[in-house]
């Protein structure tokens, strides 16, 4: 295994495997432009290894350029092909081959075709190191394969996670887990923070609270917990990105959780769309979100309870605590619908034993 930024990925391709396709690659594009100088056009940044060991196998007369394009960030594709390096001069009347180092969804080559359209080229032809056939979706043909691979991140030979991994000789897969990633719901009282404990430990799941990361931030005065502090000191809210960079670094810290439970955030639909967004930049998501529901009156004898022993002052305060619990409804009312629109929220009955509690969220866990 290796460890790139926050993400694990496992052997995948040899080298050897490699270049042995790229030789073959090279002898049947050879057999067609024998008895002519093809121009030969790699796609950078990820095809600069492919280039340089093709054109090492290639045994005829050839020329090489390049155009640079981009699509992804992170481990998705953005779906906007940027063109950052145009096509080479004096092109007219020769025959094109694009040399990629992958193709995927097809995106970045319907950019390239076009590219090529414009052009008066004798002809041009697509040659590709990895291509992924069950997710390409484009209508245009791949006149040259090295290797036919599953819909799998990868990186080295030249292809990167966030511009680490392309000098690595082999090829690595991104090492995915089932991830469980849950936003727990519950009024002051229901039990979240007990249900949090066994969940995490069953899952090996990241309890990430909200107001625990807060607290940890501002106490420790970090660059964000004092960013945060400055908000909080005027009597404004938090801008939600300073929320969600400080998650983000709980997320970051924690790469071999199988998890992650998310408690106190989001608090409204803009959250949870950021959230959503977040999520997905770490080719992650929401997996579902469980709300713990308690009839108002007994969770008030609980909160009573345990402001006894806690001696918090609005665990103790009848008036307080109703008026928390109608906070409580305001705010999730648009969450739940938010959830309910994407298939993923569960309400689960959080009266009588922490077992018992624990045996119905688990139900609703395994069923995911």
Do not use: W
Not at 12 to 33: G, N, P, S
Not at 157 to 172: M, S
Not at 276 to 303: G, P, Q
Request: with cysteine.
């Amino acid at each position: 295994m290796i460890r790139l930024h926050d993400k694990l990925f496992k052997p995948f391709l040899t080298e050897k495997q490699i270049l042995e396709a790229i030789q073959r690659m090279a002898q049947e594009i050879a057999v067609d432009y024998k008895d002519e100088s093809p121009i030969f056009v790699g796609v950078l940044n990820g095809a600069f290894m492919f280039v340089s060991d093709f054109l090492k196998a290639y045994p005829h007369p050839c020329e090489v350029s390049f155009v640079k394009l981009s699509s992804y960030h992170g481990l998705t594709s953005t779906g906007i092909v940027e063109t950052l390096l145009d096509v080479p001069d004096n092109i007219e009347g020769r025959s094109i081959i694009i040399l990629e180092d992958i193709i995927d969804t097809g995106r970045t080559l319907q950019k390239l075709v076009h590219i090529f359209r414009n052009t008066k080229v004798k002809e041009f032809k697509i040659a590709s190191l990895f291509y992924k056939s069950e997710v390409y979706n484009g209508e245009y043909a791949i006149d040259y394969v090295g290797l036919e691979i599953p819909d799998k991140f990868i990186v080295g030979y030249g292809l990167d996670y966030k511009e680490l991994g392309r000098n690595l000789r082999e090829v690595y897969q991104l090492n995915q887990k089932h991830m469980i990633n849950l936003v727990l719901f519950g009024k002051p009282g229901a039990g979240k923070g007990t249900q949090a404990q066994f969940l995490k430990e069953k899952y090996n799941l990241k309890h990430i609270s909200t107001g625990d990361v807060f607290r940890y931030n501002i106490k420790n005065g970090t660059e964000l917990g004092t960013l945060a502090k400055s908000y909080i000191d005027k009597g404004d809210l938090v801008p939600d990105e300073v929320t969600i960079k400080m998650l983000e670094d709980e997320v970051d810290k924690n790469p071999d959780a199988d998890g992650f439970i998310f408690d106190g955030f989001p608090r409204t639909t803009t959250q949870a769309e950021a959230l959503d967004n977040f999520l997905e930049s770490k080719d992650m998501k929401v997996d579902a979100t469980i709300a713990l529901e308690a009839n108002d009156e007994i969770l008030i004898e609980r909160l009573l309870e345990r402001g006894k022993v806690s001696g918090r002052s609005d665990d103790q305060d009848v008036t307080k605590i109703r008026n928390r619990f109608d906070e409580y409804n305001s705010k999730t009312a648009p969450l739940k619908e938010y959830y309910e629109d994407r298939k993923k929220f569960h309400s689960v009955n959080g009266i009588g034993t922490i077992e018992e509690i624990t045996e119905r969220l688990t139900k609703v866990i395994d069923s995911l």
